[in-house]
């Protein structure tokens, strides 16, 4: 059983409603993801927010762990694989770019530790997936140090509240460990292409949990900024 998979298969027909046509504000980074990605693209755990239809490769594929979700994306004519980015069912050197957008902090297990294992895995395969020169985009939320040292801290309380709504542990990891896992792995010219910091909009309310529209809090209380990191493989 895996409680991610479940999770999305059971809530896909409503993530469009809550979160894609709201993410339509994200347009300027779907520009950039667009205009970054060359060659045979891989993007893993849904497209990217904003998606121009008329501008994608016709060399696209997307991979997802739940096949409710990939069906959300029915309308793109591309090849739709079923699969976890912790084990990619790909061959070795076989695509020029991976995107990972909103999909990293659902990478998780049973615990924070696991969710940090989890990355590295992914980023490992898409290491062995992407061809020499290869691209990795990365666009996700991210946390400051301090707020991603608290999280880590009190994930088994988290945990705890989120199974008891039937949602499965998230966890939003900080730059910092994103850069330190990238190199890592081997990746190179790690570049942060936006730097857009929501953190200082306190007030604002958000409903930071897919699956609880009714958990809405200032920003304060979870200080989350979008990141899109582009780092790339050796020759
Ligand atoms: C928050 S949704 C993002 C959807 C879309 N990319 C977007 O930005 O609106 C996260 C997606 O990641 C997928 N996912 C989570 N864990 C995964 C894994 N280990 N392997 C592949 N896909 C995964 C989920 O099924 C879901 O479709």
Same mark, same amino acid.
């Given at each position: 059983?895996?409680?991610?998979?479940?999770?999305?298969?059971?809530?896909?027909? !409503?993530?469009?409603?809550?979160?894609?046509?709201?993410?339509?504000?994200?347009? /300027?980074?779907?520009?950039?993801?667009?205009? &970054?990605?060359?060659?045979?693209?891989?993007?893993?755990?849904?497209?990217? *927010?904003?998606? $121009?239809?008329?501008?994608?490769?016709?060399?696209?594929?997307?991979?997802?762990?739940?096949?409710?979700?990939?069906?959300?994306?029915?309308?793109?004519?591309? %090849?739709?694989?079923?699969?976890?980015?912790?084990?990619?069912?790909?061959?070795? !050197?076989?695509?020029?770019?991976? %995107?990972?957008?909103?999909?990293?902090?659902?990478?998780?297990?049973?615990?924070?530790?696991?969710?940090? $294992?989890?990355?590295?895995?992914?980023?490992?395969?898409?290491?062995?997936?992407? /061809?020499?020169?290869?691209?990795?985009? %990365?666009?996700?939320? /991210?946390?400051?140090?301090?707020?991603?040292?608290?999280?880590?801290?009190?994930?088994?309380?988290? &945990?705890?509240?989120?199974?008891?709504?039937?949602?499965?542990?998230?966890?939003?990891?900080?730059?910092?460990?994103?850069?330190?896992?990238?190199?890592?792995?081997?990746?190179?010219?790690?570049?942060?292409?936006?730097?857009?910091?929501?953190?200082? !909009?306190?007030?604002?309310?958000?409903? *930071?949990?897919?699956?609880?529209?009714?958990?809405?809090?200032?920003?304060?209380?979870?200080?989350? /900024?979008?990141?899109?990191?582009?780092? &790339?493989?050796?020759?």
């Amino acid at each position: 059983m895996n409680k991610t998979k479940d999770f999305f298969d059971l809530h896909a027909n !409503n993530y469009k409603k809550q979160f894609y046509d709201k993410a339509k504000g994200d347009e /300027s980074v779907a520009r950039i993801i667009e205009s &970054k990605a060359t060659g045979r693209i891989l993007c893993v755990g849904g497209l990217w *927010p904003g998606i $121009d239809p008329q501008t994608i490769s016709t060399d696209l594929t997307l991979l997802d762990l739940s096949l409710g979700m990939l069906s959300l994306w029915s309308n793109f004519k591309i %090849i739709k694989i079923c699969g976890d980015a912790r084990n990619l069912p790909l061959t070795d !050197n076989s695509f020029d770019t991976i %995107i990972f957008p909103m999909i990293l902090h659902h990478v998780v297990g049973e615990t924070a530790h696991n969710a940090r $294992d989890g990355i590295v895995d992914v980023l490992n395969e898409a290491y062995r997936v992407l /061809s020499p020169k290869g691209k990795i985009i %990365i666009f996700d939320f /991210s946390v400051s140090k301090w707020i991603y040292i608290l999280e880590l801290s009190l994930s088994g309380l988290t &945990k705890r509240f989120l199974a008891y709504n039937n949602i499965p542990l998230v966890i939003m990891h900080s730059l910092d460990f994103y850069n330190d896992v990238l190199l890592e792995t081997g990746f190179l010219n790690i570049e942060k292409v936006i730097t857009k910091d929501n953190s200082k !909009n306190y007030f604002e309310i958000i409903r *930071p949990i897919i699956g609880l529209p009714w958990f809405a809090i200032p920003r304060i209380l979870y200080p989350l /900024s979008p990141l899109l990191l582009l780092a &790339k493989k050796k020759e």
